[in-house]
C-alpha cells in the first residue's frame, strides 16, 4: 500500500517536461538521464553514501547534482532509510540462517582487493573504497558470489494491456476485489487501483502540459504536434490507443511508470513489440492516418527514450562495468507466433532498421531467429552489424524447448522475449528475476584447489574436501569441486530465498504486478508470486576459464604427469613467478575449451551439466524453480581481481573469460569451432539464457555475400543447439586507436556479454578485455 | 629431392596447415587444407613454408625463453641454442620433439602427415557449415597435385560424402599422370601469373608452356575452371602482361577472372623457416591499381570479381 501512495505522491508532483522535437511524451525524472534511485532496495543506498560529496566529484564520469539535492538525499532520504531496507531485511535474515558465520573477509583481504584494483585500475580507487568493500562483503554470503538486492529483471505486460486500456484494468481489479478477499490481498489489490489512478493522473498532468506549450507556441507545425501529444495523452493510457501512434504512447507511458516505481536496476524489458504494436500499425497504415515515415520516426524516438538509462555503480566496479545502458530496456523482435508459424512482419523489419539507423545508442535488441525465418528477415539483422555491434540473435530452436522444459505451455513459450542481456521468459506472464544472482565457477575452483579457502581470506568458506595432493585420480577432483559448488549453491538459493521473502514481506511494486499476467487474479503482489510463472535464477561465469583449468590439470598432473598437484598450487601461489615454462605449457600446451577439441569439451560438457543440475535442484518460496543460466554482464573482469592465478596459465588479476565464450586468447581455430564446442554442451538445460559473444571483422560484412556467409554461420549455429550469440563488428586497431583518441571514438559502441556499452565509456581493463578476445578475421586471405 | 617414404607414397597426406571458417577460396564457408610442396618459386610467394615437400621446424626467436629443452630432445643434434636461427637446416628431419618439448610454442611444426582417416574426420567437423551455406573443402598449397597419390582416394572420399571440392592450383603437373585424382573435383581455381615464357620462368623457376596446356586441358575436359591472376606490383600487374592474359582468356573463350591484389603478409612467414625466398619490400596492391587493372578487364568483356567469394 505504502508502495502505491508513494506512486501516487511522485507521479502527482514530480516535474513534467516535454522537449523540442519529443513526438511522444514523459519523463522518468526531472533529467533526461537520470536516475529514479532505488533508496528502499539499499545495495545502492550504499553505493550513494559513499559517493555523497563525491558524485560531482569522483574522477571518472561524475555525476550532476546540485549541493542542496545531495544533501537531501544524505541528511534527509538515506537516513531515514538506514536499517529499513531490502539490504537490511536481507542480512538480519541472513545472519538468524547462519549464512553468516564470521566475517570471511579480513582487512588484509580488503585491502589486497583494494590493491589489486589500485594496480589495475589506477586511478578509480580511494581509500574510501576499502569500506565500500566492506558492504560488498555484508551483501554477500561469500565473495565468489553476489546476491544483489534486485528484483526487476522481468517484462512489463504491456501486451496484456495495450488492447484493454488501464480504465478496464482497475474495473477487472475492482470486480475482483468484490469477489470477498482476505485483507492482504484486497490491500494488494487496491494498490494497483491506486497505481492506475496515479498514472491516469500522470497522463493528464502531461497532456495539460502539452497544451500549456501549445498555446504558446507560434510554429503552426508543432503547435500541431502539441495539441496531438495533448490528444494522446488525455485518451491513454487510460483507454485502449486507437491507432499507432496512440499505441507508442501508450507503451512508453506505462514503461515509464514502470521505471519510476521501481527505480533504477529494474531491467525492465517492453517484451515482443513487433507483435503487439503490429495490429496498431497495419490499421494506421492502411488507412492512412500515419504515414510511413511518421511510423518509423516514432520507432526512433522509442528506441532512443530507452536507451536512456543508467545505473549508479562504485567506481571501482566502475571500471569494470559501465553505468550507461546497465538498466537496459530490452526489445525482442521476430521468431513465431503462438501457434508455431513465422512471425516476422513489416514491423519487425522497420525496428531493425531503426536500431541500424539510430547506430549510437545504449539499446539492448534482441532478434529471434526460427528455422523457418525468412532469409531476408536474417540477412537484414545481421546486416545491422555494418553500422553498428547492436544486435543480439536468439534461437527459437532451443530456447522454446528450454522454457517447455520449465513448465511453460507451448503456446506460452513461442510467446517468449529477453530480458536485460539473454534472459528469456514468456511476455508479460512471468516473474523469473532473471539476474543479479551469480556466482564464480574460477572461484569454486580455488576453493576447491585451496581446501575450501581462498588466497585472499583465512577463514574456511566451503566444507573440507581434502588437500588435492591427495587425489588419486582426476575423477577425486571433479567429485571435490562438486561438492564445493554444491555447498555454495546450496547457500545461494537460501540466501536468494531470503531476499524474495523481505521483498514479498514489504517491497512490492502493486504498478507492475498489474500488468504481469496472474497477479490480480491471485490478489498478490509480484513478489510474492502472483505471477502465472515464477522462477529464481542462479547465473555462472567463468565458465571457459574453469573448463581449460580442469583440463589443464588432467592432462599435465594426472596423465603426462609433468608435475604434482603439490608443484602445481605452489606455482599458483607465486603466481608462476619463476614457472614461465610450466605456465606456457599450461596455456599453450594444454586443450582449451572454443575449438572444438574434447579434450576441453567433455569438461565442458560435464561443468555445464552438474552446474544445471545443481541449480535445478533447489525451489523457492514463491513455488518457484531456480533456473541456471551463464552470462556475466561484465562481471567477469572484477572476478578477476579477486581470484588468484589459474591452472589454465591464467595470471591473477586477468579477469576470468566472459558467458559461454572461449577465454581470451584460445579462439584460435575460428568462430565455427567455437560454436561446435558451445554446441556439444545440453543448452536446454541453461533455461535462464547464456551467451557465446563473438567478434567479426568489418571486411566480413561489406559485400552481400558475406552478409549470406554470416547468416549461414549463426543459422548453422542455431541448428547445433546454441542459444545465442551476438558479434562485436571491430578491429582490434581501431580500438586501440580509440584508447588513444577517445574523443575521436566517442560513437565506437561493443557489447559486453549482452549489453551495449560506450568502448571509450568502459573502463581500461575492460577495453582490454575486449582487445585480446581474439579476433575472427578471415583465413583465407 | 628430399622427401619421406609417406611423401612419395601417397599413404598419407603432409598439410601445413587447416583453415576453417575460410569464406575467399570458394563458395560458401569453406575448410582449406594446405598442402605442403610446390614445384614453382614465385618470388613473391604468400606461403614460403609451403614450398619444400618435407616436414620443417619455425622458429619464432621473439618468444624463445632459450630453456634449451629443445636441443636437448634433438636426437639429430641438430639444434644449437647458442646459434642465430638455432636449427641446422640440413641436419634437422622435422620430427617435431623439439616442437613437443618447448614451453612457450617458439617453436612450430610447418608440416605435419595426416592418414586419410584423419584428415577426413577433420574436414567434416565442419560438415553442419557447409551444408548450410554450400560450401565444402578446399585444397590449397603448396600445389596439392603433388601428392596426387593421396588425393586421388581422398577426392573420391569426399565426394562419395557429398562435400563440395576445390582445388586451387599453379597450373604446373603432368596431366596424364595426375588426371585421377583431378576427375572428382568440382572446382578449380586456376593461376595464372604470367604469360610471357621468359618472364614466367624468371618470376617462377618455370615455364608456362605446360601451365596454358593443362588450363585447356581441364577446360576440354568439361571441369569448371575459374582464372585467378595475381596482381602482384612491378611484376605481374604491367599493361603487357594484363594484355596477354586477356588474349589467352579470349583465345580460350573465358568471361571471368579473379583479381588477387598482393599483400606483403607472407613475408614474415620467411624468416621462421630460414627460407632463402627474397625479401621484396614491396606495397600493397592499391585500391586505384586494382582497380585500373579491373577496368581494362571489364572494357574488354571480361567479368571481374576482386575478393575472392566475398
Not at chain 1, 242 to 268: C, H, K, N, P, T
Not at chain 1, 557 to 579: A, C, N, P, Q, S
Not at chain 2, 228 to 256: C, F, H, Q
Request: proline share 4%.
Amino acid at each position: 500500500m505504502r508502495a502505491s501512495l508513494a506512486l501516487k505522491k511522485t507521479l502527482e508532483n514530480m516535474s513534467v517536461y516535454i522537449m523540442d522535437e519529443e513526438l511522444i511524451a514523459g519523463n522518468r525524472s526531472s533529467k533526461i538521464l537520470g536516475v529514479v534511485l532505488p533508496v528502499e532496495r539499499g545495495d545502492m543506498s550504499a553505493v550513494l553514501k559513499h559517493y555523497t560529496g563525491q558524485l560531482r566529484r569522483r574522477p571518472f564520469r561524475p555525476f550532476v547534482i546540485s549541493r542542496a539535492e545531495e544533501r537531501e538525499l544524505r541528511n534527509d532520504i538515506l537516513r531515514y532509510w538506514e536499517g529499513r531496507t531490502v539490504n537490511d531485511g536481507k542480512y538480519r535474515l541472513w545472519k538468524e540462517h547462519r549464512l553468516f558465520k564470521h566475517a570471511y573477509l579480513n582487512p588484509g583481504a580488503l585491502l589486497s582487493i583494494a590493491a589489486g584494483g589500485t594496480k589495475r585500475l589506477k586511478g578509480y580507487t580511494s581509500l574510501k573504497d576499502l569500506s565500500l568493500g566492506r558492504v560488498l562483503e555484508r551483501s554477500n554470503p561469500q565473495i565468489i558470489m553476489n546476491i544483489l538486492d534486485v528484483q526487476g529483471h522481468l517484462v512489463v505486460g504491456h501486451k496484456n494491456l495495450i488492447n484493454k486500456g488501464l480504465g478496464a484494468v482497475k474495473a477487472e481489479i475492482e470486480q475482483a476485489i468484490g469477489k470477498g478477499r482476505d485483507k492482504a490481498g484486497e490491500e494488494v489489490l487496491r494498490a494497483m487501483a491506486r497505481s492506475i489512478d496515479a498514472t491516469i493522473t500522470y497522463a493528464h498532468r502531461l497532456a495539460r502540459h502539452a497544451m500549456l506549450l501549445a498555446g504558446k507556441e507560434q510554429d503552426p507545425g508543432r503547435k500541431a504536434q502539441l495539441e496531438r501529444i495533448g490528444a494522446n495523452c488525455t485518451w491513454v493510457p487510460e483507454h485502449a490507443p486507437r491507432d499507432f501512434y496512440e499505441a507508442m504512447q501508450f507503451l512508453w507511458l506505462v514503461q515509464v511508470v514502470a521505471l519510476i516505481s521501481y527505480g533504477s536496476g529494474a531491467l525492465f524489458a517492453i517484451g515482443r513489440a513487433d507483435q503487439y504494436l503490429y495490429p496498431f500499425y497495419r490499421q494506421s497504415i492502411d488507412n492512412g492516418t500515419i504515414t510511413p515515415d511518421l511510423a518509423f520516426g516514432l520507432i526512433q524516438e522509442l528506441l532512443i527514450k530507452l536507451s536512456y538509462n543508467l545505473i549508479v555503480i562504485p567506481s571501482v566496479l566502475k571500471a569494470s562495468a559501465s553505468e550507461l545502458g546497465a538498466d537496459n530496456q530490452a526489445v525482442t523482435v521476430g521468431g513465431v507466433d503462438r501457434s508455431g508459424n513465422d512471425a516476422t512482419n513489416e514491423l519487425s523489419s522497420l525496428f531493425i532498421d531503426a536500431i541500424a539507423g539510430l547506430k549510437s545508442m545504449t539499446n539492448s535488441f534482441s532478434i529471434r531467429i526460427h528455422k523457418g525465418a525468412p532469409q531476408d528477415f536474417v540477412t537484414r539483422a545481421i546486416g545491422v552489424y555494418q553500422s553498428t555491434s547492436g544486435p543480439a540473435l536468439f534461437n527459437d530452436d532451443a530456447i522454446i524447448p528450454s522454457l517447455v522444459n520449465d513448465g511453460y505451455t507451448q503456446e506460452d513459450a513461442r510467446d517468449y522475449a529477453i530480458i536485460g542481456c539473454v534472459e528469456p521468459t514468456s511476455d508479460g506472464n512471468t516473474f523469473a528475476t532473471t539476474s543479479g544472482n551469480d556466482i564464480s565457477l574460477a572461484g569454486v575452483l580455488e576453493l576447491t584447489l585451496l581446501n575450501g579457502k581462498l588466497g585472499i581470506t583465512l577463514n574456511r568458506l566451503s566444507p573440507k574436501t581434502g588437500p588435492p595432493s591427495s587425489f588419486r585420480s582426476f575423477d577425486e577432483l571433479k567429485e571435490a569441486f562438486r561438492v564445493h559448488l554444491g555447498y555454495n549453491i546450496d547457500l545461494m538459493a537460501t540466501g536468494i530465498d531470503l531476499k524474495d521473502q523481505v521483498y514479498g514481506e514489504g517491497y512490492h511494486d502493486p504498478f507492475v504486478s498489474m500488468t504481469i499476467d496472474g497477479c490480480i487474479e491471485h490478489a498478490m503482489d509480484m513478489t510474492q508470486g502472483g505471477a502465472r510463472y515464477n522462477f529464481a535464477s542462479i547465473t555462472a561465469r567463468g565458465f571457459a576459464t574453469t573448463v581449460n583449468s580442469l583440463a589443464a590439470i588432467r592432462k599435465l598432473v594426472f596423465e603426462e604427469k609433468k608435475l604434482t598437484m603439490k608443484e602445481l598450487l605452489r606455482i599458483l601461489k607465486r603466481d608462476f613467478r619463476g614457472h614461465d615454462e610450466l605456465r606456457n605449457l599450461m596455456s599453450n600446451k594444454s586443450p582449451k575449451f572454443g575449438r572444438d577439441d574434447d579434450g576441453a569439451d567433455d569438461i565442458a560438457v560435464w561443468l555445464h551439466s552438474t552446474f544445471c543440475d545443481l541449480v535445478k535442484s533447489h525451489t523457492g518460496t514463491r513455488h518457484d524453480t531456480f533456473r541456471p543460466g551463464f552470462f556475466s554482464y561484465g562481471i567477469h573482469v572484477f572476478d578477476g581481481i579477486v581470484l588468484g592465478a589459474t591452472p589454465d596459465g591464467r595470471k591473477a588479476g586477468e579477469p576470468v573469460s566472459n558467458s559461454l565464450s572461449p577465454a581470451n586468447g584460445t579462439e584460435t581455430k575460428g568462430p565455427t569451432a567455437a560454436m561446435k564446442s558451445v554446441g556439444k554442451l545440453d543448452n536446454l538445460r541453461s533455461s535462464n539464457g547464456s551467451s557465446l559473444n563473438m567478434r567479426l571483422t568489418p571486411d566480413l560484412l561489406s559485400t552481400r555475400e558475406g552478409l549470406y556467409k554470416i547468416a549461414m554461420l549463426v543459422r548453422t549455429y542455431f541448428s547445433l543447439g546454441g542459444m545465442h550469440v551476438q558479434f562485436n563488428v571491430v578491429s582490434s586497431d581501431t580500438l586501440r586507436e580509440a584508447q588513444k583518441h577517445p574523443d575521436q571514438y566517442k560513437d565506437l559502441i561493443v557489447r559486453v556479454s549482452g549489453y551495449t556499452a560506450y568502448f571509450v565509456d568502459l573502463g581500461r581493463p575492460v577495453q582490454d578485455d575486449i582487445i585480446s578476445r581474439i579476433e575472427f578475421g578471415s583465413s583465407g586471405m | 629431392m628430399r622427401r619421406d617414404e609417406v611423401y612419395r607414397t601417397g599413404s598419407s597426406a603432409l598439410v601445413f596447415d587447416i583453415q576453417r571458417f575460410s569464406l575467399h577460396d570458394g563458395p560458401g564457408i569453406r575448410t582449406v587444407v594446405f598442402f605442403k610442396g610446390c614445384p614453382l618459386r614465385c618470388m613473391w610467394c604468400q606461403n614460403p613454408e609451403s614450398i619444400h615437400p618435407y616436414r620443417e621446424i619455425g622458429f619464432y626467436e621473439t618468444i624463445c625463453m632459450y630453456r634449451g629443452r629443445c636441443a636437448v630432445v634433438c636426437e639429430r643434434r641438430a639444434i644449437f641454442t647458442g646459434s642465430p636461427g638455432r636449427i641446422d637446416r640440413e641436419t634437422c628431419n622435422g620430427c617435431g620433439r623439439c616442437v613437443e618439448a618447448c614451453p612457450s610454442n617458439a617453436l612450430k611444426s610447418v608440416g605435419t602427415y595426416y592418414d586419410e582417416e584423419t584428415l577426413f574426420a577433420e574436414v567434416l567437423k565442419d560438415r553442419p557449415f557447409f551444408e548450410s551455406s554450400s560450401g565444402g573443402v578446399t585444397f590449397s598449397g603448396g600445389e596439392p597435385t603433388l601428392q596426387h597419390r593421396f588425393l586421388k582416394g581422398f577426392v573420391q572420399r569426399c565426394r562419395s560424402a557429398h562435400i563440395h571440392t576445390v582445388m586451387e592450383t599453379c597450373g604446373y603437373f603432368n596431366f596424364a599422370v595426375v588426371k585421377d585424382a583431378l576427375s572428382g573435383i568440382d572446382m578449380f581455381l586456376y593461376d595464372l601469373k604470367a604469360i610471357d615464357a621468359g618472364l614466367h620462368t624468371r618470376y617462377t623457376g618455370r615455364g608456362n608452356g605446360v601451365i596454358i596446356q593443362n588450363l585447356e586441358r581441364l577446360r576440354s575436359a568439361g571441369a569448371n575452371v575459374v582464372i585467378r591472376m595475381p596482381l602482384v606490383p612491378g611484376y605481374s600487374d604491367s599493361p603487357e602482361n594484363i594484355n596477354a592474359v586477356m588474349d589467352v582468356l579470349n583465345r580460350l573463350g573465358v568471361r571471368t577472372i579473379h583479381l588477387l591484389p598482393y599483400h606483403p603478409m607472407g613475408e614474415s612467414k620467411i624468416k621462421p623457416i630460414a627460407s632463402s625466398q627474397p625479401y621484396l619490400g614491396l606495397p600493397v596492391l592499391s585500391e586505384s591499381k586494382l582497380e585500373e587493372v579491373a577496368a581494362t578487364f571489364r572494357k574488354a568483356g571480361i567479368d571481374t570479381v576482386l575478393s575472392g567469394w566475398m
